[in-house]
């Protein structure tokens, strides 16, 4: 199978870079349904434009090109191990091309591998079919969306929802609830995947199955495509709105499917994807390898854009503000206000978070933007350069950020779906403000990065190393201000009351 790895390569940049139709049609509606001059509005017109910029260039869509899953179709008699070396070598390459980020690390060292290969990664699943071709699909699903997955066990107790049964009924309240908790932190407006029953196990393997259907088929069980249909109704008049900035847009998809269960078992379980849905797919000439069709879309279909502009919307409202900041600065500034940051900020995530709390930071961060941030690196020559730039889910680094705020004396921090109390109250002690960007947005914030300044802590592995980068007009909205307000908890507290309208059908 000559074709083999080569085409597999370009499942994989594909996948990572090229919305598939469904997925941006959807998108185009939700687009067209929110309120105009909105926040929520605002952060749809820069996934749009992210969109298009991630076509265009074959940049990865979003920086976190999460676990790579592969489902396999095979006919009697074709080499399964040879498949999945292809794979293997498929993804390496990827990796080495920018397209995938290095994901994979030990779960006992901590340490990246590099190429995305390691122990159980990619996932490969396989199956015997009794077609002629070999059909390959892949889905992307990065982990700001997958830990918001959730497993519910009925009856349950549900935040606002009161008591869940072993009925249809208590379905609808876990769905519904499975929305509400993921707020921006999955970078809403997402779509699930649910499985009704099974084990815990299998129960969400084919919840994630689910979001191999299209957005707009119609489940064949007219009892779960009703369902469907009314998750997809009640969610979006939640208001958890783009990014959980509140608004109309919640969800993009609900896909729901049902197995037996044990009698003492009954379990929803969720698999939560956000609006950056990577999956397609290709059948393969099985003596070749040669792709003969692609999954999910047509190439011959032209990509239409989907921005109206490529340019963030600019107001004339918006604050310049350029690092390193003063208290001052950022005392002016309150929850609702548009930035646009120059200068130079430093990324840091989980492996940095966890290092500042016993070591000194590698450069003086007073009035410092830190960002959370694990970007797509390639090097190119001697210098590196920036793939894919975006922010990551900020609530893993609560138990460490006030520290931080008040040990090194950073003024913003610049994340994706909020932080929590701890962090709001030092921020009101020691003046700082948190930075809301735009989840997925990964190739829109490459671009306002004019140059890398350096690196440090490069052991901590490509996307958890400090990275020291110039940027010009970073756009993003202040949701958390140094008076204590924050419109993460603003947002759920309003949609936990809606939440709580939804106890009766
Ligand atoms: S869009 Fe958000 S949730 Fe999805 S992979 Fe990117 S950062 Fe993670």
Redesign the pocket.
């Known amino acids: 199978m000559q074709f083999l790895t080569e085409s597999l390569i370009q499942l994989i940049t594909q996948t990572s870079t090229n919305l598939p139709p469904d997925v941006r049609a959807a998108m185009q509606t939700t687009i067209a349904a929110e309120t105009p001059q909105t926040q929520s509005s605002q952060a749809l017109n820069i996934i749009a434009s992210n969109i298009d910029m991630a076509y265009e260039d074959e940049g990865a869509?979003?920086?976190?090109?999460?676990m790579p899953t592969f489902i396999v179709h095979t006919p009697v008699g074709v080499n399964q191990i040879a498949i999945g070396r292809a794979i293997r070598d498929a993804v390496r390459e990827a990796t080495k091309r920018g397209k995938l980020r290095p994901n994979s690390v030990d779960s006992l060292t901590g340490k990246n591998s590099g190429d995305n290969l390691g122990e159980e990664t990619p996932v490969i699943h396989f199956e015997q079919w009794e077609g002629n071709e070999i059909e390959v699909k892949l889905l992307?699903?990065?982990?700001?969306?997958?830990n918001?997955n959730i497993q519910y066990s009925l009856p349950a107790n549900l935040d606002h929802l009161g008591r869940a049964d072993r009925n249809l009924e208590g379905v609808r309240k876990c769905l519904l609830h499975a929305v509400w908790q993921a707020q921006g932190?999955?970078?809403a407006p997402?779509a699930i995947g649910v499985c009704i029953g099974s084990d815990r196990a299998h129960g969400y393997m084919l919840a994630k199955m689910q979001l191999f259907r299209t957005l707009d088929d119609v489940n064949p069980n007219p009892e779960l495509a009703k369902l469907e249909a009314e998750i997809m109704e009640a969610a979006n008049k939640l208001g958890v709105g783009a990014m959980g900035f509140g608004g109309k847009a919640s969800l993009i998809g609900c896909k729901i499917t049902a197995a037996n269960r044990l009698p003492a078992s009954f379990f929803v379980s969720v698999a939560y994807?956000?609006?950056?849905f990577r999956r397609l797919g290709v059948r393969l000439d099985a003596s070749s390898g040669a792709i003969t069709k692609w999954l999910y879309r047509d190439p011959s279909d032209a990509v239409q854009n989907m921005a109206e502009s490529a340019e963030f919307p600019l107001t004339g409202h918006e604050v310049a503000l350029r690092a390193p900041l003063t208290e001052e600065q950022v005392r002016s500034l309150k929850v609702g206000d548009v930035v646009l940051i120059s200068g130079e900020c430093f990324t840091g995530r989980d492996a940095v978070h966890h290092h500042l709390m016993s070591h000194e930071p590698p450069a003086d961060l007073r009035g410092a933007v830190l960002y959370h941030c694990g970007p797509v690196m390639l090097k190119e020559g001697s210098e590196w350069k920036v793939k894919a730039a975006?922010?990551?889910?900020s609530i893993r680094e609560e138990p460490y950020e006030a520290t931080v705020l008040e040990r090194y004396g950073v003024r913003a921090v610049i994340g994706?779906g909020g932080m929590g109390p701890k962090t709001l109250a030092a921020m009101k002690q020691f003046g700082a403000v948190y930075l809301n960007a735009i989840?997925?947005a990964?190739q829109f914030y490459a671009r306002t990065v004019k140059k890398v300044l350096g690196v440090d802590w490069m052991e901590l592995g490509i996307p958890e190393a400090m990275w020291h980068l110039e940027v010009e007009n970073f756009a993003a909205i202040v949701t958390m201000d140094a008076h204590g307000n924050s419109l993460h908890a603003k947002v759920e507290q309003e949609t936990g009351a809606v939440l709580a309208g939804m106890r009766e059908a």
Do not use: F, H, R
């Open positions: 869509i979003c920086q976190d090109t999460g992307l699903k990065g982990g700001g969306c997958e918001k932190q999955g970078c997402g994807d956000c609006w950056a975006g922010p990551t889910t994706k989840g997925g990964a």
